[in-house]
């Protein structure tokens, strides 16, 4: 797991328990996620990682798992260096 990856996982743990989630596990699918976490989720990656999440990337597919996650991030840091 790399540091994205793992900074991802703590900010979910504290919507999700005590629940070890897998970095391929549908967040989504555990019917924890609504508005108002999709929002804090959104606001955390901005702040914490330094980058825009634009209207173009609120796609399920984007935030369903850890992974998906992480690869966002690191897509748009990635943007934001060149």
Known sequence: MNNIQS????????????????PDEDIFSLGFVNSLFAMQLVLFIEQEFQIAIENEDLEFDNFRTINSITN????KTALSVQ
């Open 72 to 75: 966002l991030i690191e897509r």
């Open 7 to 22: 900074q991802v996982k703590v900010f979910l743990s504290k919507f999700f328990g005590d629940r070890n989630l897998q």
